[in-house]
């Protein structure tokens, strides 16, 4: 696959899910009014659960200020870009479609929510995933469409790093 074409790739996967993302916020705030309707089961392990996320994924540094002071949000939102221009240009450099697919849906989750924080200082976080097994729920937190795929996009990476160089180790001792 040519660079062009891993690249425009990982554009179109980041637009997808920016669209996506930006869609069932949407839709969770202006069709289903979930802050106001309060929260909904959807299956005995999955919820909608409103929560307005002024931390970075899954709230982690809401606690040390972060996003809790008068420019948090903003300051949270110009890293994010950062992070977007960073993988840009890894993604200009990208050789294989997993490599941009996963680059695309982490710069398309990032821009999501820079979205929500530049318009509403927080990111909207709606999908509560949870079990209850033995008495005991074990719970996640409550996050939202870019979060996935912020988080699937770096598994990915991680992964193909580790395979990449596995193969490599393999093929050197040969």
């Known amino acids: 696959m040519t660079q062009t074409r891993a690249y425009t790739l990982g554009l179109l996967a980041a637009l997808l899910v920016l669209a996506a993302d930006q869609a069932s916020k949407a839709w969770v705030l202006h069709g289903i009014d979930l802050p106001q309707t309060g929260p909904l089961v959807l ?61 695309g849906a982490i ?17 909207v976080d709606f999908i509560h995933a949870h079990v209850e097994l033995g008495g005991q729920v074990w719970s996640w937190y409550v996050f939202n469409l870019a979060d996935a795929a912020i988080v699937c996009g770096v598994a990915v990476l991680v992964l193909d790093g580790l395979l990449s160089r596995e193969a490599r180790g393999h093929a050197a001792s040969r």
Request: glycine share 14%; hydrophobic share 60%.
């Open 43 to 103: 299956l005995p392990v999955l919820d909608l659960t409103m929560v307005w996320n002024r931390g970075v994924t899954f709230g982690l540094l809401t606690g040390f200020g972060a996003g809790e002071s008068q420019w948090g949000h903003l300051i949270l939102a110009a890293i994010a870009l950062a992070v977007v221009a960073a993988l840009g240009l890894w993604l200009r450099r990208a050789e294989t479609r997993l490599v941009a697919l996963a680059i």
């Open 107 to 123: 710069a398309g989750g990032a821009i999501g929510n820079v979205i929500d924080r530049l318009r509403y200082g927080a990111v």
